[in-house]
């Protein structure tokens, strides 16, 4: 009964790689999200779909490629990995009733070690 | 630019001993502000929503309050389950942020037995 769930949990590679993190959710939201939180726990937003389509991209390297097949996920691809990119990567999903944006639900997060 | 800031940092309890932990804000216009609770090596778990000054939210031994700056979060007779860091973010009513929230860096709770 997993609500968001993220693949895989640990992910260790080395510079230069390129990989991809999947996320799904059965929440039956219209809004997903990419976190990502760095060694100081600081959470910060990266992407949000909304519907399949992009609403925020912030200022993120274009080594960093969201896409979403379809409402329920959304994936991270990330090319030519830096150290820099070693975080834990978390996704949500929310919903919008009458222009209000309710409540994120988050995944478990993926820890991304760049080597 | 929005603005998010928790204090303290850190807060070391003892079991029962209650204490409040404390969000600041800047945003132009709040739509809704979030606590969240988040353990080590898991995600954040939602606790509460607060849309607007003078509303309260109670769960167990956490009370959420809000005020035009800033929100607390109320812990009353603390057990070591309690300990965890806990998140606030604002979701800011402006146009292109409208589906972003805003984080805080936290606080991490600690609470011996």
């Known amino acids: 009964d997993t609500a968001v769930s993220q693949t895989p949990k640990y992910l260790v590679t080395q510079m230069g790689n390129d990989k991809s993190i999947k996320c799904e959710q059965n929440?039956?939201?219209?809004?997903m999200y990419w976190y990502k939180q760095d060694s100081k726990k600081f959470l910060k937003i990266m992407f949000s779909?909304?519907?399949?389509?992009?609403?925020i991209n912030e200022t993120v390297p274009n080594r960093f490629s969201p896409k979403s097949p379809d409402k329920a996920h959304l994936n991270l691809h990330i090319n030519s990995l830096e150290l820099g990119d070693s975080a834990v990567y978390f996704c949500?999903?929310?919903?919008?009733?009458?222009?209000?944006?309710?409540?994120?639900?988050f995944g478990p997060g993926t820890r991304l070690t760049v080597t | 630019e929005d603005q998010v800031t928790q204090s303290p940092e850190a807060l070391r309890l003892q079991e029962g001993e209650s204490s409040s932990l404390n969000c600041s804000y800047t945003?132009?216009?709040?739509?809704?502000l979030f606590w969240y609770r988040q353990d080590p090596g898991k995600g954040p778990e939602f606790l509460f929503t607060?849309?607007?000054a003078g509303e309260e939210k109670e769960k167990e031994r956490l009370k959420a309050t809000l005020t035009k700056k800033e929100s607390f979060l109320h812990i009353t007779a603390p057990k070591p389950e309690d300990s965890a860091t806990y998140l606030c973010?604002?979701?800011?009513?402006?146009?292109?942020?409208?589906?972003?929230?805003?984080f805080g860096k936290g606080t991490l709770l600690t609470v011996n037995p």
């Open positions: 929440l039956g939201h219209d809004t």
């Open positions: 945003v132009s216009g709040l739509r809704g």
């Open positions: 607060l849309y607007s």
């Open positions: 949500a999903s929310s919903n919008e009733l009458w222009g209000i944006r309710y409540e994120q639900y």
């Open positions: 779909y909304n519907n399949k389509e992009l609403i």
């Open positions: 973010a604002v979701h800011p009513n402006s146009g292109g942020s409208n589906y972003k929230l805003t």
